[in-house]
């Protein structure tokens, strides 16, 4: 049972992130990228600062350590995502971002020797061939926005790998706010870096960065890490590739994208990853 609602607790994550394509395409009309990730980590650590207060007072040297290298991948890929988005579209980017399913299980098996259960390997190789028939050109290269977001998704594979690794030692609410504090810190180091202190947003921008700190940072990290006590990193971050689906709809609904066929033929690829990866092994069956 407990399976079954983490799985229905990242689905609910993935619906929140595909918003956060579009919340992120709105922001950027008169914000600066590392502005609208200063914002958003700043919300996002205030907010688990005042949940977390009685914990934070006992964090151990161990949660520190932990909780840097979460935050230090969160931040890779959220600015490499919000940077490529300034020269791709927000449907192409949420599905590139998804190419973060192939990453995890190799990061496993390279790091901690895990082996790779066969309907996990075949729902990541489906998923990445259909992340591919929405974002390659016609010669089979890459824009710099697309090659961005594909190093985005490599920073999102280790954030997704470190979660289901440190999920079970260290306290869910501590290892968030550790996490939102380093990407937050990181942010305004980048901030500092590109100069980009003037800043007047128009109201469209603001509410967009409200939802990105609040419900597409807080809510769903703290969502993501309760879930994936009891769904492991490799299909976790199969499940999570849905965004890409869920981008691509909101991207098409609000921001008046396009549907092609190579959109619907890459949906349908990755949602039939996530169902394949999810059937139940021959020794699971065994014990049902």
Do not use: H
Request: glycine share 8%.
């Amino acid at each position: 049972m407990k399976k079954y609602l983490g799985i229905l607790g990242l689905l609910t994550v993935t619906i929140i992130w595909g918003g956060g394509f579009v919340a992120s395409d709105m922001a950027l009309e008169t914000l600066t990228p590392f502005q609208i990730m200063a914002i958003r980590f700043l919300i996002a650590a205030v907010i688990m600062t005042a949940l977390g207060s009685k914990q934070i007072k006992t964090i151990t040297k161990q949660e520190m350590k932990c909780g840097f290298w979460l935050g230090a991948a969160l931040f890779g890929g959220f600015a490499l995502q919000i940077i490529a988005l300034q020269y791709t579209t927000a449907s192409k980017n949420a599905f590139l971002t998804a190419t973060n399913v192939v990453f995890v299980p190799f990061i496993a098996l390279v790091i901690y020797r895990k082996k790779i259960e066969m309907k996990s390997l075949i729902g990541a190789v489906m998923a990445l061939i259909g992340a591919g028939i929405l974002s390659l050109n016609s010669d089979l290269t890459l824009g710099i926005g697309d090659a961005l977001t594909l190093l985005c998704a490599v920073c999102f594979a280790f954030q997704i790998f470190l979660t289901g690794e440190y999920v079970g030692r260290i306290r869910p609410t501590v290892l968030n706010f550790l996490q939102m504090t380093t990407a937050c810190v990181l942010s305004f180091v980048g901030l500092i870096l590109s100069g980009d202190f003037a800043i007047n947003p128009s109201m469209k921008s603001i509410l967009a960065v409200l939802y990105l700190g609040i419900v597409s940072t807080t809510i769903t990290y703290l969502l993501q890490t309760v879930s994936q006590k009891y769904v492991d990193e490799t299909k976790s971050a199969i499940i999570l590739s849905l965004e890409a689906v869920f981008g691509t709809i909101f991207s098409v609904i609000i921001l008046r994208e396009g549907i092609t066929v190579r959109m619907i033929l890459g949906s349908s690829l990755i949602l039939l990853a996530v169902i394949v990866s999810q059937l139940p092994s021959a020794r699971e069956k065994k014990f049902q």
